[in-house]
């Protein structure tokens, strides 16, 4: 039976799908594109033998890696050039950051929209040129608005008129409300320049960036194509350093998130066969983490609905206390009801 699983074990070992037969590998791509991990797995069965029929679709999966990685890195370039009177460090994030900087991670990754990190004290400046330079907000709801700016790590979401394409500003890397709390001015201060004069998170904070998005924030939605990021990145970091494992351990310790980043090190252990970094001290609960993280099925659909539902409510009570949390709810739920 395909499943999650059968996406990271052809990931890890793609000798091992070559054998599939027409129907399992239609089960195997629908899988893999639900996950977000097609265009990984198309660049990885690139110069490998694979039934015709797959072989077409990740061929034109591989043309549209190309289109998605050029159209990311001019957004970025549109963005920098949006910025120039910006004095402050502009820092990318997530896919486009990997592509940017021309790490592994950034292998068939599908990029969507443009993730940056400027200092808090800049918004207002940076807002400013964004709107000047085409950006409009998606939706200009008051209660909305107000929410983002005194509760969220980030600017309401904008778009750009004549593009289409999406830009999220954060200040910092998790929600105001939660629990950790990440050193932003840290983040920014140890930023390491691109080319371009645009900045990417340093080695040990794109991991804690990635720890913090999939377990200290989200409903894990996306699990498997986060932590294969992770996988990525501890793999070529520790390749490039030998003493990266210590300065992860010092940033995560600094950034309050030593234990999301564990655990995101124990789960790509367990699902890619990351090197164990850090001493696997597993964890029950581990095992409730990967059955949310690999509930999809041969036809891409998402399994396990209990299991999705209760991480789905764990999300949001990670983001807020249960009394915010409420009240949140409850101003969105009338908003609807009376549009």
């Given at each position: 039976m395909i499943d999650g699983w059968s996406v990271a074990r052809a990931l890890t070992d793609p000798a091992s799908v070559t054998r599939l037969d027409a129907g399992?590998?239609?089960?195997?791509?629908?899988?893999a594109r639900a996950a977000s991990l097609i265009g990984t797995l198309a660049e990885l069965m690139a110069d490998r033998p694979v039934p015709y029929p797959a072989a077409r679709v990740l061929a034109d999966v591989r043309l549209s890696n190309q289109t998605g990685l050029r159209q990311a890195l001019w957004e970025a370039e549109c963005a920098r050039l949006a910025l120039a009177d910006y004095a402050g460090k502009v820092v990318l994030l997530k896919g486009t950051a990997f592509a940017a900087a021309g790490l592994d991670a950034a292998q068939g990754r599908s990029i969507g929209d443009l993730d940056i990190l400027v200092a808090r004290e800049g918004l207002d400046q940076v807002e400013a040129l964004l709107l000047k330079a085409g950006w409009e907000w998606v939706k200009p709801d008051p209660y909305d608005d107000a929410y983002y700016r005194q509760w969220m790590h980030e600017l309401p979401p904008m778009i750009h008129a004549e593009r289409d394409r999406m830009i999220d500003v954060h200040h910092t890397i998790l929600?105001?409300?939660a629990r950790p709390k990440p050193d932003a001015a840290a983040l920014i201060a140890d930023a390491r320049a691109l080319p371009s004069g645009l900045h990417v998170l340093s080695p040990a904070?794109?991991?804690?960036?990635?720890?913090?998005?999939?377990?200290?924030?989200?409903?894990?939605?996306?699990?498997?194509?986060?932590?294969w990021d992770i996988d990525r990145l501890v793999r070529?970091?520790?390749?490039?350093?030998?003493?990266?494992?210590?300065?992860?351990?010092?940033?995560?310790a600094l950034h309050g998130l030593g234990e999301p980043v564990e655990r995101a090190l124990r789960l790509c252990y367990r699902l890619f066969g990351t090197p164990a970094i850090w001493p696997i001290r597993p964890a029950v609960s581990d095992a409730l983490y990967l059955r949310r993280i690999t509930a999809i099925d041969g036809w891409g659909r998402k399994t396990r609905k209990l299991t999705r539902q209760g991480f789905y409510i764990r999300s949001h009570l990670l983001r807020m206390p249960p009394a915010m949390l409420a009240r949140h709810l409850w101003t969105k739920w009338r908003k609807g009801h009376r549009g």
């Open positions: 399992a590998w239609t089960q195997l791509l629908s899988a929600p105001l409300t904070d794109m991991i804690c960036h990635a720890a913090a998005h999939l377990i200290a924030d989200g409903d894990l939605s996306g699990g498997m194509r986060n932590l070529q970091f520790v390749a490039e350093d030998a003493g990266f494992p210590d300065r992860l351990a010092e940033r995560a």
